[in-house]
Nanobody
Framework: QVQLVESGGGLVQPGGSLRLPCAAS????????MGWYRQAPGKQRELVAH???????NYADSVKGRFTISRDNAKNTVYLQMNSLKPEDTAVYYC????????WGQGTQVTVSS
């Protein structure tokens, strides 16, 4: 059974930081591209950051220079380091694993507010 489990969300003040881990099980993690997506109320889900199995990365323009995606294949975990958070970063953040098939986590809420 494939599981992607996100954690690390919460309430943070503008300018603050959070790190979101996503632990994967049931897949050969190193073969999968991994992504972080987010969905704010009333908006479509959007790609935030993506990392290939070869660790090439790309980011949404809105988070470039503030967010960093990384992966630890030994721990079957992908991370999203979020710095300089803004209120517009408030959303549910989802982890995605993609190869010939596609898996999603249950999401973790990030709220940026003073």
């Amino acid at each position: 059974q494939v599981q992607l489990v996100e954690s690390g969300g919460g309430l943070v003040q503008p300018g603050g930081s959070l790190r979101l881990p996503c632990a994967a099980s049931g897949i050969i993690f190193r073969l999968y591209a991994m992504g972080w997506y987010r969905q704010a109320p009333g908006k479509q889900r959007e790609l935030v950051a993506h990392i290939t199995s070869a660790s090439s990365t790309n980011y949404a323009d809105s988070v470039k220079g503030r967010f960093t995606i990384s992966r630890d294949n030994a721990k079957n975990t992908v991370y999203l380091q979020m710095n300089s958070l803004k209120p517009e970063d408030t959303a549910v953040y989802y982890c995605n694993a993609h190869s010939f098939d596609d898996y999603w986590g249950q999401g973790t809420q990030v709220t940026v507010s003073s």
